[in-house]
Every structure is written in C-alpha cells, then in structure tokens.
C-alpha cells in the first residue's frame, strides 16, 4: 500500500499534475520509522500513545540511561515494522556531539525482497 511522500518535518511533495506523490517499497518503509521515532508521544491525536520521541534528547550530553532508553525506543519501533526483517534482527548505532545533535543510523533488511538498507538521519529538537 502506497503512503504520501513525505520526510518527517517537510511538506507533502506533488507530482508535476498536482497529485500526491506516493512513497513505496523501502522509500515508504523509512519514512514510517523516521516518522515514528521522531513523532513526539501524545502529539498524535488518533493515537495518543504513537511515537517515540527522540528529539528531547537532543541538546545536551546524553547520559548512559539516556542511551540505553533511545536503544530501547529504537528497537521497539523497528520490531513493530512487519517490512523490517527480524533475523538477522537490525543493527543501528547513535551518537550525540558536543553541540548535542542527534544522529542515527540503522541498518536493516527490506524483508519484502531480502535487500540490506541504511536508514541515516539526524534528530531534530522538539520545536526545530
């Protein structure tokens, strides 16, 4: 099934005639687990207990609770994810900087074709 194209914190894209452009496949995979991770809980009306909320760990050092909590928020969308192949299960590192950004990479198999994926992207604040 076929979502709109639409990164997490940027517009809806359009074709050239005006209509909605559709993400599939792997396109639509990570933006679902982008939009996942990055969603803030309780911002989603429908779904009050969706998302996982990554952006209030940004801006400041991380400490070895925070990084073992974001390992967990990670692992429980990814296994949520029926594209996401569990075995081998997913592998995905985080790293914060000393001006507090945010990034992550994961890596995954497509489970649709068996095709290995790298999903990077880095956190934006809440409110950024």
Same mark, same amino acid.
């Given at each position: 099934?076929?979502?709109?194209?639409?990164?997490?914190?940027?517009?809806?894209?359009?074709?050239?005639? &005006?209509?909605? !452009?559709? %993400?599939?496949?792997?396109? /639509?995979?990570?933006?679902? *687990?982008?939009?996942? +991770?990055? @969603?803030? =809980?309780?911002?989603?009306?429908?779904?009050?207990?969706?998302?996982?909320?990554?952006?209030?760990?940004? &801006?400041?050092? !991380?400490? %070895?609770?925070?990084?073992? /909590?974001?390992?967990?928020? *990670?692992?429980?969308? +990814?296994? @949520?994810? =029926?594209?996401?192949?569990?075995?081998?299960?997913?592998?995905?590192?985080?790293?914060?900087?000393?001006? &507090?950004?945010?990034?992550?990479?994961?890596?995954?198999?497509?489970?649709?074709?068996?095709?290995?994926?790298? +999903?990077?992207?880095?956190?934006?604040?809440?409110?950024?």
């Amino acid at each position: 099934m076929a979502d709109s194209f639409q990164w997490f914190g940027q517009d809806i894209q359009f074709t050239s005639r &005006g209509d909605d !452009l559709l %993400a599939t496949g792997v396109t /639509e995979l990570n933006q679902r *687990i982008v939009r996942a +991770l990055l @969603t803030p =809980p309780g911002t989603y009306i429908w779904h009050p207990t969706y998302g996982a909320g990554l952006g209030r760990f940004v &801006g400041h050092a !991380l400490s %070895a609770e925070e990084f073992a /909590e974001i390992k967990s928020l *990670i692992n429980s969308v +990814l296994v @949520t994810e =029926p594209d996401v192949q569990k075995q081998p299960p997913p592998t995905f590192t985080y790293q914060n900087d000393a001006t &507090g950004l945010l990034s992550v990479t994961i890596q995954y198999i497509y489970a649709p074709n068996g095709v290995p994926q790298t +999903l990077a992207f880095n956190v934006p604040a809440y409110g950024a």
